[in-house]
C-alpha cells in the first residue's frame, strides 16, 4: 500500500475540533487548585480523551493490504446444460474449493434470471439430470430454465461483492444468452470477470429452427415456404405445414447433421395476414420436444376486407354482396366467430356487428378489436337492430368506448314507465370479486333506467333484505349508495325474495314490471314455477341469470314460465352487458320503429355521387345520443343520431343506427344507391394502408428482432430524415411505441424485444414534415424459447468477456487464486480508541481526586522552606514558621486518599 494507512469514513465529524480551544480553556480553569505539573498531565490526558473521542465519530479505520480473493462462481442452470455440463460445473467446483485456501467462494446459479448468492457448494451444481433416466429431463414448461441472462447475474453478483477482499467472478456457462448484453455487463461491473466454457447439451435434438416466407405477396402471387431443421445427428421425420388450422403439407424427409431446409410452393388467396406454421413428429430420436414447431406470417396485398358479424348471417348477405360489387371482400360470421386473436382480425381493414348482443362477446375479444383499432388503425361499424347498442347491453362495455355515439338517452315522456326489481344473491359463495360484480351491474342498470321509471333492490341469503325501496329512479345516487352496502354471507333461500318482489310490482304503478334475479347457488325448495307463472299472469315478466354453480335447470324454468330471457355467465364479466341488456329491452324505449327520411346533418366526400333525396324510407332505428366529439353525418327526423363516426387512436369508428337488412332497411335493398352508400361508408372508416416504397424486414437475435426499414420518394430516392413510428402490441395486448433510427440512406433500423411466445403485431407510419407517407402493418411470430435451439458454446463471446475485464478464459480451477492484485481491508478502530479514551478517563478522574502531594514525584513540589516571621492583619505575629507548616502537615495525613 501507498500513501496513508488510515482513513476517516466520517470525516464530517473533525468539526467538532472547534471546540477543543473552548474545553482546553475550561480545563486550565478547572485545575487551577492544582499544582503545576499536575495541571499539565491532567489537561494533556483530558486533551487526549477529546481527540480520541472525535477521531471515533469520524470514523477512524486502518487499511491493510491483503490478498485474498472473494470469488463468486456464476454457474449456468438453464436448460441448455446437460448431464455432461453438470458433471463438469462439479468437478471444477470441487477442485475449486480444494484450492481456495484463505480466500472465500460463493455461488449464484442464474438462468432466466438470477438466483440468490449463497456458499452452499452442492446446490450450486446444475440440476440437469442424465439422458438416460427420462424422467429427469428438465420439463420445457420450467420457466426459470428457459433463458440464459448472463447479464443480469453478473449485475446481481456485482453488487453482492464485499469490500476488503480481491473480487472475482468467474462464469461456468455455454456462452449462449437469450437475454440482456453479457459482455457490457461484464465490463460496467469494473470487476475481472473469468469464463469457463461448457458443453452445449448433447443428447439426440432436433429442431425447426425458422420459417422462412417473404414478408408481402401480392394475392394468388407463388412463393416458397421454407422451413430450416436443424439436427445434431442424422434421422427422419414427418415434416407438416399448415396454414392456420389447415394443413397443406406434410411429407416424410430424411434430415442430416447440420442444417436441413425444404422448399413448399405455397399462394395466399382472400387473405390478407396468412400465418404458416411448420411441425416435425415421428422422428426416430429426439429429446426435446417444444422446439418441434415454428411459425412465420405472409401478408398479402389485394383487395381490402371486411368481416362482418351477424347475429342471422343469411340476413346480411345482401351487404356483402354490394360490397363486393364494388371489389371489397366480405366475409360472414355468426357471433361465435367474433375473433379473439389480433392474428385472426389483422386479415381485414374493417370489422362490423350486425345485431350482436355484448352478451354474445367475451372480454377479451372486445379487447381485441378495440386494440385492432386503437392501435393498429383498423376500421369498426356497429349496426342497428333489436340487440345493438343499448338494447344489446353496450352500456358501459369496452365497445361502447370506441363508438361515436351512447347507449344511454333520455327517455320520451311518450315511452310507458317501468317498474324494475333487482333481486341479487348475496349468499357466501358470491364473496369476492362475484358480488362486486353484481353490484357493478345493478348499479349500471339503475343508471339507464329513465326519471319516470321506479326500481327496488333487494337481497337474500337465508333470509330477505330490502336493500332500496322501490322508488323513483331519478334518486340514482341514493339507490347506488344503498348497492354498495351489500355484503357477501350465508345460505340460499330465494324463493322468499321472489314473493316479496311479487308483492312490491303488484302495488306498483307502472305500465312496464320486470324482475331480474342473480345467483350462484341452488336455493333452498319453492313453487318458483308457479309463481313464475302468477308474475306473468299479472303481466310481470321475470329473467334470470345464473352464474357459477347455480341451479341452470330451475333458472331457465323461472325465465320461460315469467316470460323472459334465460342468461348463463360463464364469464362473470358479462354480468354488467347482461343486466344493461335486460334494462334497456325490458323498457321498450330504445327503439323507434315509425318510417322516416335520412336527414343530412353534415356533408362529407363518403355521401358524394348519391342522391340522398331519393332515398326510400328506413322502418326503425335505435335510440342514442352521439358523443361531443363525434361527426353526425345523417340524422333522424326526431333529430336522433342516424349516420355517425369519429376517430378513435390510429383507427376510425362508425355508428349507424338502423339497420341494413329487411327489418328497418327493407326499402333500401331494392334502392340504386343502396350498394354505393355502403361502400362508401366502409372505405371511410376501414384501415388506410400504403405500403409503395417502404420495404420492411424482421430478422430474430438474443432476446429480440431487429426491423430494417428501407424507403425510397415516389421519384425513387432514399427518403432521409424520415420519422419512422412503430406501433407494437405484444402476445399480452401491451402497447409499446419505438421510433426507428435513422442509420443510412433511406435506412432505419431499432431492436425490439421479443421474450413472450406468441404473435407481435407492429404497425409502422412513416412521415415527413408532420405529414403521413406511408402506412404499413407486419406481424411476426415467436415459437419457443432460444434456449432450446441447437447451438454450439459461444467460445468468442466468453473469450471476449474474458480479455475485458482482465479475467482468464477456461483456467484451472487452482489459477483462478494466483493473483498479484491487492485490496485495501478496512478495520475500524473506534473500538480501541473509545477503550483507550476510557481508560484516560479513569486516570484523569484520579488525578482530580487524589492529592498526590505526599507522593513522589508531587511530594517534593511541596518542599517546607525557611520560616519567615510575618504579621497578621491585624499586625499580631503568625508564629513560627514550623507551626503552620506541621498543621498543613496534619491535615494533609489526614486527608491522604479522601476525596474533595
Known amino acids: 500500500m501507498t500513501g496513508f494507512p488510515f482513513e476517516l469514513t466520517r470525516p464530517w465529524a473533525l468539526i467538532f475540533l472547534i471546540a477543543v480551544p473552548v474545553l482546553v480553556y475550561y480545563f486550565v480553569w478547572s485545575l487551577s487548585d492544582f499544582p503545576r505539573r499536575q495541571r499539565i498531565i491532567s489537561l494533556l490526558i483530558r486533551s487526549t480523551i477529546v481527540l480520541l473521542v472525535i477521531l471515533s465519530l469520524a470514523g477512524l479505520t486502518l487499511l491493510r493490504d491483503v490478498h485474498d480473493q472473494y470469488v463468486i462462481f456464476l454457474v449456468d442452470d438453464s436448460l441448455s446444460v446437460d448431464k455432461d455440463g453438470a458433471a463438469r460445473v462439479e468437478s471444477f467446483l470441487e477442485e475449486a474449493d480444494k484450492a481456495k485456501g484463505a480466500n472465500r467462494l460463493a455461488y449464484l446459479n442464474f438462468a432466466k434470471s438470477p438466483g440468490d448468492v449463497h456458499e452452499d457448494r452442492v446446490s450450486a451444481v446444475p440440476s440437469t439430470e442424465p439422458a438416460s433416466n427420462a424422467s429427469a429431463i428438465p420439463p420445457a414448461t420450467d420457466d426459470f430454465r428457459q433463458g440464459t441472462n448472463i447479464a443480469a447475474a453478473v449485475e446481481s453478483a456485482a453488487g453482492f461483492l464485499p469490500p476488503g477482499y480481491v473480487p472475482q467472478l468467474v462464469i461456468l456457462t455455454d456462452g449462449n444468452q437469450t437475454a440482456g448484453d453479457a459482455l457490457q455487463a461484464a465490463v460496467r461491473s469494473g470487476v475481472p470477470v473469468s469464463t469457463i466454457p461448457l458443453p452445449t447439451r448433447s443428447d439426440p435434438e432436433v429442431q425447426v429452427s425458422e420459417v422462412r416466407v417473404p414478408a408481402e405477396v401480392r394475392e394468388g402471387e407463388p412463393f416458397n415456404v421454407e422451413v430450416v431443421v436443424h439436427s445434431n445427428h442424422d434421422d427422419e421425420g414427418l415434416i407438416e405445414v399448415y396454414r392456420g388450422d389447415h394443413k397443406v403439407i406434410g411429407e416424410r424427409k430424411a434430415l442430416k447433421k447440420g442444417e436441413n431446409t425444404f422448399r413448399f410452393q405455397q399462394s395466399v388467396e382472400r387473405e390478407r395476414l396468412a400465418a404458416y406454421a411448420a411441425r416435425i413428429s415421428d422422428l426416430k430420436s429426439d429429446t426435446l420436444l417444444d422446439n418441434n414447431s415454428e411459425s412465420g406470417l405472409v401478408f398479402t396485398a389485394g383487395k381490402p376486407r371486411v368481416l362482418i358479424i351477424e347475429s342471422d348471417p343469411n340476413l346480411i348477405r345482401e351487404l356483402a354482396f354490394a360490397l363486393e360489387d364494388e371489389g371489397i371482400q366480405a366475409d360472414i360470421r355468426p357471433p361465435q366467430g367474433m375473433p379473439d386473436s389480433l392474428a385472426d382480425l389483422q386479415n381485414y381493414e374493417l370489422l362490423a356487428l350486425s345485431n350482436v348482443p355484448a352478451t354474445a362477446l367475451s372480454q377479451k375479444q372486445m379487447d381485441v378489436a378495440r386494440t385492432f383499432v386503437q392501435e393498429l388503425g383498423g ?123 311479487f308483492e312490491i310490482l303488484q302495488s306498483t304503478p307502472a305500465k312496464l314490471k320486470h324482475v331480474i334475479i342473480l345467483t350462484d347457488g341452488v336455493s333452498n325448495p319453492g313453487d318458483f314455477a308457479g309463481l313464475a307463472q302468477q308474475m306473468s299472469a299479472s303481466k310481470i315478466t321475470v329473467s334470470t341469470v345464473a352464474m357459477g354453480g347455480a341451479d341452470t335447470t330451475l333458472l331457465e324454468e323461472i325465465a320461460r314460465e315469467g316470460k323472459g330471457r334465460y342468461y348463463l355467465a360463464e364469464d362473470i364479466s358479462t354480468i354488467p352487458q347482461i343486466f344493461a341488456k335486460e334494462t334497456v329491452t325490458a323498457s321498450k324505449s330504445a327503439i323507434d320503429e315509425q318510417p322516416f327520411i335520412p336527414q343530412i346533418v353534415r356533408k362529407s366526400h363518403a355521401l358524394s355521387g348519391i342522391d340522398m333525396d331519393s332515398a326510400p324510407f328506413l322502418l326503425g332505428y335505435v335510440i342514442t345520443r352521439p358523443k361531443p366529439t363525434s361527426e353526425v353525418i345523417l340524422a333522424t327526423e326526431k333529430g336522433d343520431p342516424l349516420l355517425a363516426w369519429w376517430r378513435y387512436g390510429l383507427g376510425m369508428t362508425v355508428a349507424f343506427t338502423s339497420d341494413a337488412k329487411s327489418r328497418w332497411a327493407a326499402e333500401w335493398l331494392t334502392w340504386p344507391g343502396y350498394g354505393k352508400f355502403w361502400t362508401q361508408v366502409v372505405r371511410q372508416a376501414m384501415r388506410k394502408g400504403d405500403a409503395r416504397g417502404i420495404q420492411v424486414a424482421l430478422a430474430r437475435n438474443d432476446g429480440g428482432t431487429e426491423v430494417a426499414l428501407d424507403a425510397v420518394d415516389t421519384l425513387g430516392r432514399f427518403l432521409n430524415d424520415a420519422q419512422v413510428e412503430m406501433t407494437v402490441i405484444d402476445p399480452q395486448l401491451k402497447r409499446t411505441a419505438v421510433q426507428l433510427a435513422h442509420t443510412a440512406p433511406g435506412r432505419y433500423v431499432e431492436t425490439i424485444p421479443t421474450p413472450l411466445t406468441g404473435a407481435y403485431h407492429l404497425e409502422i407510419n412513416v412521415k415527413q414534415n408532420g405529414q403521413s407517407l406511408y402506412r404499413q402493418s407486419r406481424g411476426l411470430t415467436i415459437g419457443y424459447s432460444d434456449e432450446l435451439r441447437i447451438k454450439p458454446t459461444n467460445e468468442p463471446l466468453l473469450q471476449e468477456i474474458a480479455k475485458a475485464t482482465g479475467g482468464q478464459y477456461a483456467p484451472a480451477a487452482t489459477d483462478l487464486f494466483r493473483t498479484t492484485r491487492t485490496a485495501s481491508r478496512p478495520t475500524p478502530l473506534w473500538q480501541p480508541l473509545l477503550t483507550a479514551a476510557l481508560l484516560l478517563f479513569v486516570l484523569d478522574v484520579a488525578l482530580r481526586r487524589i492529592d498526590f502531594t505526599l507522593h513522589w514525584p508531587f511530594a517534593t513540589l511541596r518542599k517546607p522552606s525557611r520560616p519567615q516571621p510575618a504579621s497578621g492583619t491585624n499586625g499580631a505575629p503568625r508564629g513560627t514558621a514550623s507551626e503552620p507548616m506541621a498543621s498543613r502537615y496534619d491535615k494533609a495525613r489526614s486527608t491522604v486518599g479522601s476525596f474533595d
Open 379 to 501: 376500421g369498426f361499424m356497429m349496426l342497428g337492430g333489436e340487440q345493438s347498442f343499448g338494447l344489446g347491453g353496450y352500456y358501459k362495455s369496452t365497445l361502447e368506448e370506441i363508438l361515436p355515439v351512447r347507449s344511454d338517452f333520455e327517455k320520451e315522456k311518450e315511452k310507458p314507465s317501468l317498474g324494475m326489481v333487482l333481486i341479487i344473491d348475496k349468499s357466501g359463495s358470491m364473496s369476492g370479486e362475484p358480488i362486486e360484480i353484481a353490484k357493478s351491474a345493478a348499479r349500471s342498470a339503475v343508471e339507464l333506467l329513465g326519471r319516470r321509471d321506479q326500481c327496488a333492490v333487494l337481497a337474500f341469503d337465508g333470509d330477505t333484505y330490502v336493500i332500496s325501496e322501490m322508488q323513483s329512479a331519478s334518486n340514482k345516487g341514493k339507490i347506488s349508495d344503498e348497492i354498495g352496502q351489500i355484503e357477501a354471507g350465508g345460505g340460499t333461500t330465494m324463493y322468499p325474495a321472489m314473493e316479496q318482489a
